[in-house]
């Protein structure tokens, strides 16, 4: 199995990285882990 994505960059697994999560009722709501920016600190 290879990885196709940069192992430099790591991107948030709680939002995959989107930065925000999209709501079941509608809207999105700021991923709180990355605040946003969808990168893993
Ligand atoms: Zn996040």
Do not use: H
Not at 11 to 25: D, H, M, R
Not at 33 to 41: A, D, P, R
Request: aromatic share 10%; net charge positive.
């Amino acid at each position: 199995m290879r990885a196709t994505a940069s192992t430099k960059t790591k991107y948030c697994l709680y939002c995959s990285g989107k930065g925000y999560f999209q709501l079941v009722l509608g809207g999105s709501e700021t991923c709180p882990c990355c605040g946003g920016s969808g990168k893993q600190k």
